[in-house]
Structure formats: structure tokens, C-alpha cells
């Protein structure tokens, strides 16, 4: 099983670790801090002996990458994982802002069913099934959003079962949801956001979501 350091520590930049098994061009890991696509968050980007993790995938309680076909490494070498840092970080603010847009909208709004969400670098969108236009209450849900970034609010993040890796975040009053994602310290390091509603079908709508600071003050 690969050791997730970045539940542990997700403001991790650097690794040493050794390999556990390699298959060709994939091998896994005794530890890692890069973050394999899962909940609609993308896979992080960095390197694992100087060489470009190309994909990276959950398998069980492991995390394969993939590297250069060519990295000639071997079970029990000692390796070097370096973590694209400015990527991951405006994927954990995106993917909070996210995560506030879709508790608001569920409290605002208790009938709405999400039906598909993704994490970008550069940009988030949440999906849902709703028969009427979003566009009404996007100045509501930009306000209780920006209120809850302005009040800084410590973010939990924790094992609700360890044994099977089932993680969650809260926000002490306001929310506990079920999340394996990697999460921020505080809301206020989600900074400015601006929210957009798309229309992608009949009975369906979607919120996009970016951010308007390269890092929160």
C-alpha cells in the first residue's frame, strides 16, 4: 500500500521514498505527495528521480505512475519525488472553491442533484440536474461564498475510516462532507473567486468557477 503524504502534509514539496514494484514504464511507490486523479481533481504534476511522472492512477490503496519508459529503475531504489508546487496549490483552491459553491448551492437550493464535477489548474465546474437557469441565484451564492473565504475558517481534514481510506473535510457548523481530495488550511486561502453559469444542456446546468488572484492576501 502507498503511504499518501499528501493527506498527511499537503503543502509538501519534496519526497524521498524508495520504489515498491516497477512494470515497464510503471512502478509504485513506499510513500508519495503527488495526488492521483480521483473526485474529479487532476493528477498533480512532478517528477520521481528527476524523470516526469506522465500519469498517475489509483489501483487499490496504490498509486501507479507512469514514467518515461526508459527510467531504468528498480524495486528498492531510493528516489526523489519533486511536487509542481504552483499547480497543486491552484488545484486545492479551485477544487475548495468547488467544494463551497456545491454546499451553498445545496443549501440554497435542497433539490439539486450534482451530476459531474472537474478540477483544473486554471479552472473548476460543478454539474447539475436543474430545470430552471442557475443565473438568478449566482449574486447570493458569490456573497455567501466570499463571506466564508473573508472569515478564514479552519478546515479539518481526517480519516473518517482509515482502514479503507475514506477521508472527509469540515468546516466546524457549516459542513462535513465525504472528500479524498487534498484541502487547504483555510477558507481564506481560496482568495477572490468569480463564479459563471453555462448552459450544457437541457434540464442541466453548470457552474464554472476561476480564480482572480494568482494567491490569496
Sequence with gaps: MTRKLFWDDPYLCTLDTTVASVAG???????????????????????????????????????????????????????TLQLD????????RLHFAAELVLETIYQTLPDVEKIGAHIAEHKARIDFALPQAITPHLPALQARIDALVAAK????????????????????????????GTHLRHSGEVGRIALK?????????????????????
Excluded at 154 to 179: H, K, M, N, Q
Aim: net charge positive; charged share 20%; aromatic share 8%.
Design 197 to 217: 453559469r453555462k448552459n450544457v444542456g437541457r434540464g442541466k446546468e453548470r457552474v464554472e468557477i476561476t480564480l482572480l488572484d494568482d494567491a490569496p492576501a
Design 153 to 180: 475558517l479552519a478546515i479539518t481534514s481526517a480519516f473518517s475510516d482509515a482502514a479503507s481510506g475514506r477521508r472527509y473535510w469540515e468546516l466546524p457548523g457549516i459542513a462535513r462532507v465525504p472528500c479524498g
Design 25 to 79: 514504464a510503471e512502478l509504485t511507490l513506499a510513500a508519495t505527495i503527488l495526488y492521483a486523479e480521483s473526485g474529479g481533481q487532476e493528477s498533480d504534476h512532478g517528477s520521481i528521480a528527476g524523470w516526469p511522472v506522465l500519469a498517475a492512477r489509483k489501483q487499490g490503496q496504490d498509486i501507479v505512475y507512469t514514467l518515461p519508459s526508459q527510467h531504468g529503475l528498480q524495486p528498492g531504489a531510493a528516489v
Design 85 to 92: 508546487w504552483p499547480r497543486r496549490y491552484r488545484l486545492m
